[in-house]
């Protein structure tokens, strides 16, 4: 059975909030289907209603409704600052033994 794109948005924006430390409830649920019936119907109305299956993932436009999602999904959602570590360690200036020794 195909899945539908607002099933797989719902999927994808729940894992990305619980990546992020949001805990799912129902109304982090509610939330985020708000959210993608709100993309959704933008998209639709951008097509001119002209999809005859606007859930289908086969439509010309699932990534457009999964980009819309994710650009939104900031303003909908209070996400923690993402703590990222540090690639390298802290530069510190330092002699290897070329020059002459003081």
Request: overall charge neutral.
């Amino acid at each position: 059975m195909e899945r539908a794109i607002c099933q797989y948005a719902l999927d994808r924006v729940m894992l990305y909030l619980r990546n992020y430390g949001v805990a799912p409830s129902p109304q982090v649920c509610r939330r985020a289907l708000a959210l993608i019936d709100e993309c959704l119907a933008e998209v639709m109305t951008g097509q001119g209603g002209s999809v005859p299956r606007p859930c289908q993932s086969d439509t010309p436009f699932p990534g457009g409704v999964l980009a819309l999602v994710f650009d939104r999904l900031p303003g909908y959602f209070d996400l923690p600052e993402l703590y990222v570590p540090l690639q390298r360690p802290p530069i510190q200036r330092g002699s290897i033994g070329y020059g002459p020794t003081l």
